[in-house]
């Protein structure tokens, strides 16, 4: 099993930043594809961004390309979101999730189902 603990949520105005963590305390790490999920109050989860096991590929949701960055840090064990130009549409519960690749594949993966173990989220608020 994977406990995932996401960080660094908060209150932040409109065309602010913050930047979210993900801290993996796993012994195989690099065998997991990662993902950061949201979802807003009376919302379903949403993908937002998906990383391979070395962060080489990634996907982003049309919504917050150009704006936000996902990367990972496999020595750390931790999974990076830097979120710029925030909107109150960006407003939601943030979640870090980790699917486990035992068939070494490379790809990334953007769909909930696809995922086997999840954080708690943090929560992201921002104010126009």
């Known amino acids: 099993q994977v406990q995932l603990v996401e960080s660094g949520g908060g209150l932040v105005q409109a065309g602010g930043s913050m930047r979210l963590s993900c801290a993996a305390p796993t012994r195989t790490f690099n065998n997991y594809a990662m993902a950061w999920f949201r979802q807003a109050p009376g919302k379903e989860r949403e993908i937002v961004a998906a990383?391979?096991?070395?962060?080489?590929?990634?996907y982003y949701v049309d919504s917050v390309k150009g704006r936000f960055t996902a990367s990972r840090d496999n020595a750390k064990n931790t999974v990076y979101l830097q979120t710029n130009s925030l909107k109150p549409e960006d407003t939601a519960v943030y979640y870090c999730a980790a699917r486990a690749i035992l068939d070494y594949s490379d790809r990334y993966y953007e769909n909930f189902d696809e995922y086997n173990y999840w954080g708690q989220g943090t929560q992201v608020t921002v104010s126009s």
């Open positions: 990383l391979n096991w070395s962060g080489g590929r990634l």
